[in-house]
């Protein structure tokens, strides 16, 4: 009778405890969340944050794949380990810039000078033969006060030179790339075991496989593209000899180095030969738009896929819509790796998404057995 009044059983007490210093269930769950969206908007913050390294490092890996591969080819085919193959492919490709450098940079340097000046002329050449039209001479009567040769000569050739202030950090950032480059290029199982041990145990076989076919693929794209840019520097620095144009070596080197980067590259390389054409002659801008056009197809439809032949497979409109994206995120280093990045993403879908995910098979399925079951077999 006594606890008659008295009707709260052990686990009431509890709850009525808990509840007056605790938190409810749902207040935890909230709590969690809001705590893991905070991790996550921190890491982005910082990836946003370092993404220029980021892409940098994406190059040193690129440079590793290509070292990588090139010392594999050569153990292969000599005695040499693949520590040794590598050192010897280094120094090769050291002596062979060094080499080249030395008879081609000082003429390169000297056709380097003299552009300012010719572009200057040229944009004279050019003021002069539009103003003998109808149509320009109402534009220039329109545009008096505007001149053409002093904005061309002056203002554009000030944003240049500005650009050259960068030079300073884009070595930098070639260096890092070299430094990083070789380092992965020496023990890639080192970072391939730590990635693949970051994956649970049922799933480390399908990261060997991804990662196999992602370098395949990264590999091969890279083969592809150093081939096009020395065709195209050779192709253009042929043609522009032969047309009379002036700094053919130099205008051949600038093609060749921009032809890295698909369909935007080449725009802007044509436009200093373009000025430099009109000193020969205003025909001759059709004569090197024509030259820049059947380079542009050669490296298109005959070097790059004959070289990789449908290993690498990037739609042109998807190049595009890539190299639009990151370059306006993250400018020229970001243009410069669109390709590349866009590729790797082709592979991660196709293995991660449509195979793993919807459980249908792509080329990649095939392509991955034949890279990881040997070296299981073995």
Do not use: C
């Not at 306006?328 to 790797?344: K, N, Q």
Request: proline letters at 4%.
């Amino acid at each position: 009778m006594g606890t008659g009044g008295s009707s709260e059983s052990p686990g009431d007490n509890e709850l009525r405890k808990e509840g007056g210093r605790g938190f409810t269930p749902f207040t935890r769950r909230a709590a969690t969340l809001l705590g893991m969206a905070t991790f996550i908007a921190v890491i982005a913050l910082l990836v946003w944050q370092m993404i220029t390294l980021i892409l940098v490092l994406f190059l040193g890996i690129l440079l590793a794949i290509f070292l990588r591969g090139l010392s594999v080819w050569v153990a292969e085919r000599t005695k040499l380990t693949d520590h040794w193959a590598l050192f010897a492919i280094t120094t090769v490709l050291v002596l062979l810039f060094g080499v080249s450098g030395w008879f081609i940079a000082p003429e390169v340097a000297r056709q380097a000078n003299e552009i300012g000046e010719l572009i200057a002329q040229a944009t004279v050449e050019l003021q002069e033969w539009i103003s003998r039209t109808a149509l320009a001479q109402q534009v220039l009567v329109e545009l008096e006060d505007f001149d053409l040769s002093g904005f061309l000569g002056g203002e554009v050739l000030g944003q240049v030179g500005g650009a050259f202030v960068g030079v300073a950090g884009a070595l930098s950032h070639l260096a890092f790339v070299v430094v990083v480059g070789v380092y992965f290029a020496y023990d890639p199982g080192v970072y391939k075991r730590g990635i693949i041990r970051m994956a649970p145990l049922n799933y480390r076989q399908r990261v060997e496989e991804i990662i196999a076919v992602s370098t395949h693929q990264l590999a091969w794209w890279l083969i592809g593209r150093l081939l096009a840019m020395l065709g195209v520097a050779v192709i253009i620095t042929v043609g522009l000899s032969i047309l009379g144009v002036p700094l053919p070596i130099f205008l051949g080197v600038v093609a060749g180095l921009f032809s890295f980067v698909p369909i935007l590259g080449p725009i802007v390389s044509v436009i200093p030969a373009a000025l430099l054409a009109l000193l020969v002659g205003p025909y001759h801008v059709i004569w090197v738009m024509l030259l820049f056009m059947g380079a542009q197809a050669v490296e298109s439809y005959l070097i790059t896929p004959v070289v990789q032949y449908r290993v690498v497979s990037l739609p042109h409109a998807m190049t595009l819509i890539a190299e639009i994206f990151a370059g306006i995120l993250f400018g020229v280093i970001g243009i410069t790796v669109a390709t590349p990045l866009a590729v790797l993403l082709m592979a991660l879908i196709n293995m991660i998404y449509i195979e793993d995910v919807l459980g249908d098979e792509t080329h990649f399925t095939e392509l991955a057995e034949k890279l990881v079951s040997p070296k299981e077999q073995r």
